[in-house]
């Protein structure tokens, strides 16, 4: 059996549209807009990102951002809720039904709110990375 090694592909054309340090390209995705430039939308809905961005030319499309935003959403998520609810449930055991309607709204609207912010996060590591799906045809 031989060993499997992959490197990246270094040779790979970095592209015509900007690259800015990594925290820049960062920043400009958790706000919604090009990590490339900052200049236009990163969603043309709420995960959907566009295939090109309209200033730049950076191809956003390609961009796989796949498990990675609903994992660091949930790993947020699970380390700020599970806490409080042990916290309330030591300050005097409310009743099932006031857990439930304090901690299920606030679980849903943490997740719902950091979720396209970490995946434009996420598709701005990747811009900076050159992590691009090499082939558009492919799934
Ligand atoms: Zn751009």
Redesign the pocket.
């Known amino acids: 059996m031989t060993p499997v090694s992959w490197q990246p592909d270094r040779s790979a054309d970095p592209g015509s ?2 690259h800015p340090p990594m925290t820049t390209a960062i920043g400009r995705g958790l706000l919604g ?8 939308h990163l969603f043309n809905s709420f995960l959907r990102v566009v295939s090109e ?6 191809p ?1 499309g390609l961009v796989r951002a796949d498990d990675v935003p609903p994992y660091i959403t949930i790993l947020i998520t699970g380390h700020i809720i599970v806490p409080l609810l042990f916290m309330v449930d030591r300050m005097g055991e409310p009743p099932i039904w006031l857990m439930s309607a304090i901690f299920l709204p606030l679980t849903l609207l943490l997740t719902i709110g950091l979720l396209q912010p970490i995946k434009g996060g996420v598709v701005g590591i990747m811009m900076n990375l050159n992590m691009l799906k090499s082939d558009p045809a492919a799934t």
Request: charged share 10%; with cysteine.
């Open positions: 549209w900007p807009r090009c990590p490339a430039c900052g200049k236009s961005c309209s200033n730049c030319g950076a956003l």
